[in-house]
């Protein structure tokens, strides 16, 4: 049976891991939006060894977002196809022990398998509900590499009871999009 649980971020490995398929998440504190240029240029910097100038903590989230944001104000935030990250994601997860992502669609084997050895999970969102969620935003802390433009820079965001958001792959490697589909 699903849990409907609260979780504060930076996310605890083993709070991670106790996860389900099909688990009800709402989130609290911080997550930073990342699509595939800002994977990228993140790779970029790691691989160079050199320092990362947005500061993504031990536990963090991500979530595949390209926002709309007029005046520091969320006014969209929905979640973008994460298939499109699948090759960096790996990568990202050992490298900034990420303890979640969230996106839509699913991720594959490459991206299931760092989760499983990392402690992270994948947190469906549902697509179309992107006013919905910036509801649930209540603060811009910072953007990064707005180069990039408004929906490829990186947006560290502060949040409040962020969902509802459905366990879709957990750390044990459990997916619903290879087992069950959506």
Known sequence: MEKKLRLHTPL????IKELKLRDIVYLSGELYTMR??????ILDYLRAGKPLPVPIERGAVIYHCGPLVRNHEVIAAGPTTSARMETATPELIDALQIRAIIGKGGMGIAAREAMCAHGCVYLTMTGGAAVLAATCIKDVISVYWTDLGMAEAVWHLHVDEFG?????IDA?????YENEGL
Not at 164 to 168: C, F, N, S
Request: hydrophobic share 35%; proline share 5%.
């Open 172 to 176: 044990r490697g459990n997916s619903l």
């Open 36 to 41: 595939d240029k800002a994977h990228q240029r």
């Open 164 to 168: 509802p958001l459905v366990v879709g």
């Open 12 to 15: 605890d490995e083993a709070a």
